[in-house]
Structures are given as C-alpha cells and as structure tokens.
C-alpha cells in the first residue's frame, strides 16, 4: 500500500534562511508525488509534482524538490523563506490507476517564519 | 482563485438540522471528491465521483449523503450530524483518475456542529 510520512509536525524558520520540509514515501510502483499548500482559512494549492520525468521539480514561489528513489525521499525546499510562506504544507502520493487511483495525504507540516 | 467553488464558506448546524454544502467547478474536470479535514488527522476521503457516478464511498456514516446531478456540481447533504463532524469539508475535482493529474481543490465549508 502507498503512503508518505512527513517527518516533522512543525518546521521555523527565520526570514530569509532555507527551507525544508521533509516527506519520505512508500510505493509499490512508481508514483506520482505532489506538494500542497494550505494558508490559514483556505484549500489546498498545488505547488508542484512530480510525474516521473526530472527528478528535481521546480514549482510556484520558488520551491522546488527532489524526487531521490534510493531515499524514497521528496523533500521541499526553498533557498530564502518570506513571511508569506507561513502555511501548512502537505505531501501527497498517487498511485494506480482507475477510480481506485487515490491521492494519500501526508498529516502536514505548519511552516512558521520568524521576522 | 481555483476553479473550485464551495458554498458556504462557513456553516453552524444544530444536530438536528439538515444543511447541504454546494460545489461547482468550472475546469471541464470529470472526477470530483469531497475530503474531510479535521484537527491533527490527515485529510479523509469521503465519496469519489466518475462523470456523475459515485465511485467511491469510503464506508462513511449514512448521515452524509452525496449528490453529482451533473460533472460541474457536488452537494453534500448533511443531517442529524454528531459534534465530532466539525470539521474543514474539500471538495476537488481533477480530470479522469490518471496517476499524473493533480486534483484542484476548493476554499473548502468550515462546518461547525453544536
């Protein structure tokens, strides 16, 4: 069966110091793996994923991450936080195919960024 | 702004009421979802719908009934809830079930049951 695990509940940063927000996965074949955002009071925001092309997947506001399958890692980073990224941020596996093709959320990590 | 519209926002119910929550979507997408997202849980899948057709229901309780009278629109009947059924509901919808297709996601109904 697949699932991500997000190692850390709460992640803080300070302004302007690199993020990362860790996500291992489990997968019997290979998945399709995407990061979401949540600010406070809104949906889920896509901002980014990866289908099996490149490994490194470059999204919105600057983050990017990296599919490494020796890992089974898909880690989240950015090279400078900014207030605005203060948000809940989840992994997320899909896998298979047809109705059953579900999207597996991670439990979410809270990004705090101090000024 | 997503393409996924969910009304209302906000919603207080009594348990005895009966209340729906609306979704409309506006990409062209033939699959919507609603999840439930509660405090320190990851999110649940409630009911997955294939072009109008319930595809999935996660054996969740008879007092959420789901409803997909068309590809663009998704309720969600809710009557004689429990308190523990407060809660974040997300509606999205993506294109097919495709491992590679994102799903879009609405602001979400923050139901609150008293």
């Known amino acids: 069966a697949q699932s991500v695990t997000q190692l850390d509940s709460h992640v803080s940063v300070s302004e302007g110091t690199p993020v990362l927000l860790r996500c291992n996965y489990s997968?019997?074949?290979?998945?399709?793996l995407f990061w979401y955002v949540q600010h406070p009071n809104k949906g889920l925001q896509l901002l980014l994923k990866y289908t099996s092309a490149a490994t490194l997947v470059k999204g919105i506001n600057g983050f990017e991450a990296e599919f490494k399958k020796s890992e089974t890692s898909f880690h989240l980073t950015k090279p400078s936080a900014h207030m605005s990224d203060a948000a809940e941020y989840f992994c997320?596996?899909?896998?298979?195919?047809?109705?059953?093709?579900?999207?597996?959320f991670g439990t979410g990590t809270l990004l705090a960024v101090q000024p | 702004e997503t393409g996924v519209t969910q009304t209302p926002r906000h919603l207080v119910m009594g348990m005895t009421n009966k209340k729906s929550l609306k979704c409309e979507q506006h990409?062209?997408?033939?699959?919507m979802y609603w999840y439930k997202q509660s405090a320190k849980k990851p999110l649940e899948l409630m009911f997955v719908?294939?072009?109008?057709?319930?595809?999935e229901n996660n054996s969740v309780p008879s007092r959420f009934s789901p409803e997909c009278p068309n590809s663009s629109h998704l309720f969600l009947h809710l009557h004689t809830l429990q308190p523990e059924d407060s809660a974040l509901y997300l509606c999205a919808s993506s294109q097919g079930f495709s491992t590679v297709r994102e799903a879009f996601f609405g602001q979400g109904t923050r139901l609150t049951v008293v």
């Open positions: 997968s019997s074949y290979s998945p399709s």
């Open positions: 719908y294939s072009l109008e057709e319930r595809v």
């Open positions: 997320v596996v899909r896998h298979g195919g047809g109705a059953t093709n579900k999207l597996i």
């Open positions: 990409l062209g997408h033939n699959a």
